[in-house]
């Protein structure tokens, strides 16, 4: 599309003050149709004669901005007048927020600036353009602040008249996109369910649930009166507000109330946090007067979990709410603290639960581009997409992502187009592997992160005790093997690539006759490296009962662990490690409060006390992983590779009378799947609910079904 905008920007430095940019135009003649295209360096909010253009709160979203900045495209016929205002607000965003620890080189001192056009089509079949020119004006907005990190400032008393031309700049137009993610919405609003004063006298309002988004609150004020609005996960073992854990995220509002009564929410910026710290509230603080805003990408809830155990439902539910507070976008590792980063490899051990649960494949396409572009020449894949750390080396089980998330993305939803587009990263990343390692078929050497988070770790430190070399070897083998299935899938010649599998297992198994850890034992047996399986899942069964029934695995582990025992006989061990309520295990949490997954298994120990400040996130996502368990294993629902996308379906439950019902349902690209066992007095029921041809596997029975809906006994 050919587009007359320009870029603009203020003509004079407004510090942390954010521009407001102006435009009127008037219509001469009665309008069929407009448009506006928009942009902007930073995140923008966009009105049309006081009515915001759309409901895309946090344009332009989050890509990698050197090589893609996307632009949007909204219909405002009915906005139009006769005599028009239009007013883009533009906060610093992703883009132009420095982040404490990582790279901050020069992001502040970008240019803050829009790029896009009004195009009027009028009845006669005219047409006017209204482009960002030097015609434009710029003023001081009310946000006085607005940072991703640090959060938000508003004068609501702020009467900024003053109107200055703005200033052309270019930029690179060929990283203009149109708009390819999801559209970030206000999703969902929470009530606040209680306001307390905490031992140390501060006014906490508590939402009782952690979500990622903003507050919004209504107040009367005489005007002039300073709120300031404080965001936290958990409340310390005493009950105070707590929240060192966002280390230099400062996450606070400042508000400069107006006279009178007022409603008002940020909208340049977000925060995760399930409680807030409310100091300077000109009247009484009352929970009705405060709201949550949930804000994320706009994803299809498609998955559901039930089952007789209210713990276990607040598993499931910890764990869509931590996939809602993480999807703002892009796939980050958390919300709130100074980080909120699309790690890789914290996505690719997600994106199975995450495709199920919600209908993903448009959000993780954008994503996968963006990583595609992040991508070095030599195929390296950054440890965060977009790359915003870029020192920090790619890492294996990190930037095996790039393999992971398209091939699980095409097995979710059947679309071989993702495989198509990023088969070169794919392969890139594989390639990559083979230019660096210091053993041939094996990834040895280079920096990574091991089983971040494994409790086998040394007390206080993150990398469990898995060999770093078994592991990015383990990591490599499967990701060339997943090559050369999405090669065959798309007509690729992956000769050269099954070969090379062929070596690497070799190579491995030579190399590896040992494994040390329940997470070695487990890769071994999920990636198809143990000569002999039964054996590997056997010992690993030991191992954990050897460890006291405690998992130890951490990123690298844990997503298969489950798998891992139940496909080869060890279903009342993962059913047990899965019902478990003794640290460490998933319910532990759940028993403590949690309303979305830990980062940490022992976030907050038996005694109250919590992990170390410097890496302690309440909202990670990454342990959520075991959904996929529960629904591919509990409830049995599983995708077949000939059949991509859910087009047929084994169905094979393995229910466990510690509940006594288990139910899921997905709605596939093929319709919906459910199944649902229940233990009654007689046995166990199985409902099966299929829309495609389905396997059956029933106490161990094999049937072959049409779609439809089943009753059977076991
Ligand atoms: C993030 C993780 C990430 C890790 C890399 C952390 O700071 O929060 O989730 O994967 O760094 O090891």
């Given at each position: 599309m050919e587009f007359q905008a320009?870029?603009?920007?203020?003509?004079?430095?407004?510090?942390?003050?954010?521009?407001?940019?102006?435009?009127?135009f008037a219509l001469r003649k009665p309008v069929s149709s407009a448009k506006l295209y928009l942009t902007a360096l930073g995140v923008y909010e966009a009105r049309m004669n006081g009515t915001r253009v759309s409901d895309y709160v946090l344009a332009p979203g989050w890509t990698a901005y050197e090589k893609r900045l996307q632009y949007q495209e909204y219909e405002i016929t009915s906005l139009l007048q006769k005599e028009n205002e239009l007013t883009v607000t533009v906060g610093r965003g992703w883009m132009r927020s420095p982040m404490?620890?990582?790279?901050?080189?020069g992001r502040t001192a970008l240019p803050c600036g829009i790029w896009g056009e009004v195009r009027i089509f009028y009845e006669d079949g005219t047409k006017e353009i209204v482009p960002t020119d030097a015609s434009w004006l710029f003023g001081e907005s009310r946000v006085r602040f607005s940072e991703i990190y640090d959060g938000e400032s508003y004068d609501a008393a702020f009467e900024g008249n003053e109107w200055n031309r703005v200033r052309i700049f270019s930029w690179n137009n060929e990283i203009l996109i149109p708009q390819e993610g999801e559209e970030i919405r206000e999703q969902e609003r929470i009530a606040a369910r209680s306001v307390q004063v905490t031992p140390k006298g501060e006014t906490v309002v508590d939402f009782g649930q952690e979500v990622t988004g903003y507050v919004e609150f209504t107040v009367e004020a005489k005007g002039q009166e300073t709120i300031r609005i404080c965001h936290g996960e958990v409340l310390d073992k005493d009950g105070n507000f707590y929240n060192e854990n966002y280390r230099d995220a400062k996450a606070e509002i400042r508000y400069i109330c107006k006279k009178g009564r007022q409603t008002w929410h940020p909208f340049l910026t977000f925060f995760g946090f399930r409680y807030i710290k409310v100091e300077g509230?000109?009247?009484?603080?009352?929970?009705?007067?405060?709201?949550?805003?949930?804000v994320y990408s706009d994803i299809r809830r498609t998955g559901f979990l039930s089952s007789s155990s209210p713990k276990l439902n607040q598993l499931f539910s910890n764990i869509f709410w931590g996939q809602k507070g993480n999807f703002l976008d892009v796939p980050t590792d958390c919300p709130q603290r100074d980080e909120r980063l699309g790690w890789t490899g914290d996505a690719q051990v997600f994106v199975k639960t995450a495709s199920y649960n919600y209908d993903v494949e448009r959000f993780f396409r954008k994503w996968l581009r963006d990583l595609a572009a992040d991508q070095g020449e030599d195929g390296a894949v950054p440890v965060v997409v977009p790359d915003y750390l870029k020192t920090i080396p790619p890492s294996a089980a990190w930037g095996d992502a790039a393999v992971i998330c398209p091939w699980q993305i095409y097995l979710t939803y059947g679309n071989d187009d993702v495989l198509r587009e990023q088969f070169p990263s794919m392969k890139g990343w594989v390639d990559y592997i083979g230019s660096v390692t210091t053993t041939p078929y094996l990834w040895t050497g280079g920096v990574h992160f091991g089983d971040w988070l494994a409790l086998d770790a040394p007390p206080g430190e993150c990398e469990g005790a898995s060999r770093k070399d078994f592991i990015a070897?383990?990591?490599y083998a499967n990701s060339v093997l997943l090559v050369c299935r999405a090669g065959r899938v798309i007509g690729e010649d992956v000769r050269e690539y099954e070969k090379l599998h062929e070596q690497i297992v070799t190579a491995f198994?030579?190399?590896?006759?040992?494994?040390?850890?329940?997470?070695?034992?487990?890769?071994?047996?999920?990636?198809g490296l143990s000569p002999n399986p039964q054996e590997t899942a056997d010992a690993l069964a030991d191992l954990i009962q050897r460890e006291g029934g405690q998992l130890k695995t951490g990123f690298v582990g844990t997503p298969y662990i489950l798998h891992v025992l139940s496909d080869f006989g060890h279903s009342d061990m993962a059913w047990e490690?899965?019902?478990?309520?003794?640290?460490?295990?998933?319910?532990?949490?759940v028993r403590k409060g949690a309303t979305t997954i830990w980062e940490h298994w022992d976030g907050i120990r038996e005694d109250g006390s919590f992990w170390d400040k410097m890496m302690n996130?309440?909202?990670h996502y990454a342990y959520g992983a075991v959904a996929d368990w529960v629904y591919?294993?509990?409830?049995?629902?599983?995708?077949?590779?000939?059949?991509?996308?859910?087009?047929?379906?084994?169905?094979?439950p393995i229910p466990d009378s510690r509940l006594s019902y288990l139910e899921a349902s997905m709605e596939t690209r093929h319709g919906k799947i459910r199944s649902k066992w229940t233990y009654t007095g007689d046995g166990v029921r199985y409902e099966i609910e299929t829309a495609v041809p389905a396997e059956l596997v029933i106490d161990g029975k094999k049937e072959l079904v049409g779609s439809g809906r089943y009753t059977l006994w076991g």
């Open positions: 320009q870029w603009i920007q203020a003509e004079r430095e407004l510090g942390d003050v954010c521009p407001v940019f102006r435009r009127d404490g620890w990582g790279g901050k080189e509230f000109p009247e009484p603080v009352r929970p009705e007067q405060f709201q949550a805003i949930a070897s383990a990591f198994r030579e190399t590896y006759p040992v494994y040390e850890t329940q997470t070695e034992h487990v890769l071994a047996v999920q990636f490690l899965l019902l478990r309520e003794e640290y460490p295990s998933w319910l532990y949490a996130s309440y909202n591919e294993k509990a409830a049995g629902i599983q995708a077949l590779e000939e059949a991509p996308g859910f087009a047929k379906v084994r169905i094979a």
